[in-house]
Nanobody, 123 residues
């Protein structure tokens, strides 16, 4: 069992930056691929990015590529999402998730989810 807790969300102006954290419980964090997803009101949850468990290869949605960076610190059982050049369309609840299988863009591949943290970008 893995419990995930996101933090770092808030209100920021367009062009600003935020860093989200995802803290995981348990001693097996390093064995999980991790992902970030987001969900805006009235929309489906969408893939933001992911990082593998082994060599920490990262993958990103086209909409955030070049602006967002995912990293993980296995010693601290924490994953991060650095978000730069934020746009109003980045406004959403951001979720982190853990997968025993792979760093996938599909929500069905993830076994554990956090409760989400709100990010609001004003224009």
């Amino acid at each position: 069992q893995v419990q995930l807790v996101e933090s770092g969300g808030g209100l920021v102006q367009a062009g600003g930056s935020l860093r989200l954290s995802c803290a995981a419980s348990g001693r097996t964090f390093s064995s999980y691929a991790m992902g970030w997803f987001r969900q805006a009101p009235g929309k489906e949850r969408e893939f933001v990015g992911a990082v593998t468990s082994t060599d920490q290869t990262t993958y990103y949605a086209n909409s955030v590529k070049g602006r967002f960076t995912i990293s993980r610190d296995n010693d601290k059982n924490t994953m991060y999402l650095q978000m730069n050049s934020l746009k109003p369309e980045d406004t959403a609840v951001y979720y982190c998730a853990a997968s025993r299988l792979s760093a996938s863009s599909r929500t069905s591949q993830y076994d554990y989810w956090g409760q989400g943290t709100q990010v609001t970008v004003s224009s």
